[in-house]
């Protein structure tokens, strides 16, 4: 439902990752306001790459054009996409191009918005579980 100020193309989109020992097992989930939402498992990771993972994985979901609100836990993602600070770990740098591409690409606007990890978002722990069960998943077998 679309509501008052904003089109059929704004998403506010709630990202998150997770790695069972940091590194280890990891997964990835976003949930958008449209309800559609998504999960995965990456194998052996740590969790920045599960975090980062979760913000591409979304925004390749989007219509062109769209106009997006990524909300995450994760400082680090925030500060990497949105505030400049330097990445220095090859997978981190791939993946940060790999976002930017796709925003570039399918005309994305994006901004990103921090949120307390555990703070009573109903949309923030469901996007946990999601990504921890995705983790879990892959460390099964």
């Known amino acids: 439902m679309v509501g008052e100020g904003e089109t059929a193309l704004d998403l506010t989109i709630f990202t998150d990752g997770s790695a ?12 958008r306001s449209d309800g559609r ?16 993972t979760a913000v591409w994985q979304a925004l390749q979901s989007c219509p062109p054009g769209a106009c997006v609100q990524i909300v995450t836990d994760s400082r680090n993602v925030v500060g990497w ?14 993946l940060v191009q790999a976002i930017e591409e796709v925003i570039r690409d399918r005309g994305l606007q994006v901004t990103y918005r921090h949120v307390r990890g555990h703070a009573g978002s109903p949309e923030n722990e469901r996007v946990h579980d999601l990504a921890a069960r995705a983790a879990r998943t892959e460390g099964v077998g």
């Open 20 to 31: 069972v020992g940091n590194p280890g097992p990891a997964g990835w989930a976003y949930v």
């Open 37 to 52: 939402e998504d999960s995965g498992s990456l194998g052996w990771a740590g969790n920045n790459v599960a975090e980062l």
């Open 81 to 94: 996409l949105a505030g400049g600070w330097k990445r220095h770990e090859p997978q981190i740098c791939r």
